[in-house]
């Protein structure tokens, strides 16, 4: 089955008087007026208080250990848009990957979805192409919210890069919506609109990976926002169960025959967003392949952790500072890396985000990790060490508007200008 947007106006048989009206109704509203470009960069110091070269992290900041220092960890530019009262197309491309060790800043894909509405308020909405799997809040969270440098282990170790190919489906009233948006125009912290009620199918493999089986992923989640008095709430659930199948394994590991494994978690969430004090924290259960040393093979194991992060916002003229604290732990296997690899892993994170306008941001964090983390290559790796970290992002959230500024196309240059950031337009 294949599924195609056009972004286009169609023409049916009619009269000439009527043909009249739909073109004229298509050239007061050209495609290119609905959309969107926006984006985000973040550069990264991590040099600062190191105090063990060998602590590293693949799947979180790549910059961590040896003799890395600056490091651009994220470079974002978001294309996205109504091209329809039903239709919201979003795609995203990061130009900050790195393909080994020595090369870094190659662009790859992070999503290109479309939604399609079904009723007119688009209460309720397919989502199709590659997006962010509804499992967790952190891992909904964009990192131009998130106030942690990373995503926390125990819940990101489900989905490396947060996203996969599939179709999901998107249920919210009109006011959980709004809501949703203002938790993140107001600067909360908010994860996004991904409804009150997410369901899912998707391949399993995680993003810009070929599917390696015939089984699908399935997934669910209720998450739910509500005020009370002067402070706001969110509550959640989530599951998803599936197979996933090893592509990461080193020569002499004993593995199933068909390299398939049970993927299952469960996982609650529960946010008290800063106004001004605020708590974000998760906990997920499950199994999933993971690496043991003493058998030298990858079986499937049970896993556990979650994190708790407590934050103040504090504004003052224009300003906004928020100190916070953040610790996690995760005992469990990482099934997106080599063998499966097996974690044991505890770490206190304390930092502060200042933020002297909307388009620009510096976060400063100590982070006091101790992390077993062990594959048939390095079947004996305990690591503890300290470091200081800085992110420095420029944020320029809807920054171009093709409908606003559509006169830079005749004979001038696209002049990109930050102004405020503004929540882009979803169904």
């Known amino acids: 089955m294949v599924v195609m947007l056009y972004a286009s106006v169609a023409f049916c048989q009619q009269s000439s008087d009527s043909l009249k009206v739909v073109i004229n109704a298509a050239q007061s509203n050209?495609?290119?007026?609905?959309?969107?470009?926006?984006?985000?960069?973040?550069?990264?110091?991590?040099?600062?208080?190191?105090?063990?070269?060998?602590?590293?992290?693949?799947?979180?900041?790549?910059?961590?250990?040896?003799?890395?220092?600056?490091?651009?960890?994220?470079a974002r530019i978001i294309f996205y848009g109504k091209v329809h009262p039903r239709v919201y197309f979003y795609i995203q491309p990061d130009f900050a990957n790195a393909t080994s060790s020595s090369s870094l800043h190659f662009a790859q894909l992070r999503d290109a979805y479309f939604d399609i509405g079904l009723d007119d308020n688009n209460e309720y909405r397919f989502r199709i192409g590659q997006s962010k799997v509804p499992f967790g809040f952190e891992n909904m969270q964009s990192s131009q919210n998130r106030l942690p440098l990373d995503r926390a282990d125990p819940t990101n170790s489900a989905l490396k890069n947060e996203r996969d190919l599939g179709v999901f489906f998107?249920?919210?009233?009109?006011?959980?919506?709004?809501?949703?948006?203002?938790?993140?125009?107001?600067?909360?912290?908010?994860?996004?609109?991904?409804?009150?009620?997410?369901?899912?199918?998707?391949?399993?493999?995680?993003?810009?990976?070929?599917?390696?089986?015939?089984?699908?992923?399935?997934?669910?989640?209720?998450?739910?926002?509500?005020?009370?008095?002067?402070?706001?709430?969110?509550?959640?659930?989530?599951?998803?169960?599936?197979?996933?199948?090893?592509?990461?394994?080193?020569?002499?590991?004993?593995?199933?025959?068909?390299?398939?494994?049970?993927?299952?978690?469960?996982?609650?969430?529960?946010?008290?967003?800063?106004?001004?004090?605020?708590?974000?924290?998760?906990?997920?259960?499950?199994?999933?392949?993971?690496?043991?040393?003493?058998?030298?093979?990858?079986?499937?194991?049970?896993?556990k952790g979650g994190y708790v992060t407590a934050v103040y916002k504090l504004d003052f003229n224009g300003q906004c500072i928020m100190p916070f604290s953040r610790f996690q732990y995760y005992d469990g296997g990482k099934k997106h890396e080599l063998d499966a690899r097996s974690y044991q892993m505890k770490e206190l994170e304390i930092g502060a985000e200042w933020q002297p306008n909307k388009n620009f941001e510096l976060v400063v964090m100590y982070t006091m990790s101790a992390r077993r983390y062990e594959d048939a290559v390095n079947p004996t790796n305990y690591q503890r060490g300290n470091l200081l970290g800085y992110k420095r992002k420029l944020i320029s959230n809807n920054i171009y508007s093709l409908k606003t500024k559509k006169r830079a196309a005749i004979g001038r240059p696209f002049n990109f200008q930050f102004v405020e950031p503004k929540v882009p337009l979803q169904i």
């Open 170 to 303: 998107y249920w919210a009233p009109a006011e959980k919506r709004k809501l949703f948006s203002r938790l993140v125009k107001e600067n909360l912290k908010g994860s996004g609109d991904y409804g009150v009620v997410g369901l899912g199918i998707y391949n399993g493999q995680t993003a810009n990976k070929p599917d390696l089986n015939a089984n699908k992923h399935m997934v669910g989640r209720i998450s739910y926002p509500f005020e009370y008095k002067s402070q706001i709430f969110e509550f959640g659930v989530q599951a998803y169960k599936g197979r996933f199948t090893l592509s990461s394994t080193s020569p002499g590991v004993s593995v199933q025959a068909d390299k398939l494994y049970r993927d299952e978690r469960v996982g609650a969430s529960a946010i008290i967003y800063p106004k001004p004090f605020g708590v974000f924290a998760e906990y997920n259960v499950g199994v999933g392949p993971e690496y043991d040393k003493f058998s030298n093979a990858v079986t499937v194991q049970e896993l």
């Open 30 to 74: 050209k495609w290119y007026e609905n959309v969107q470009v926006r984006g985000y960069l973040q550069v990264r110091y991590n040099g600062l208080l190191q105090t063990n070269e060998n602590l590293d992290c693949d799947q979180c900041d790549n910059s961590w250990g040896g003799d890395n220092e600056f490091f651009i960890r994220r």
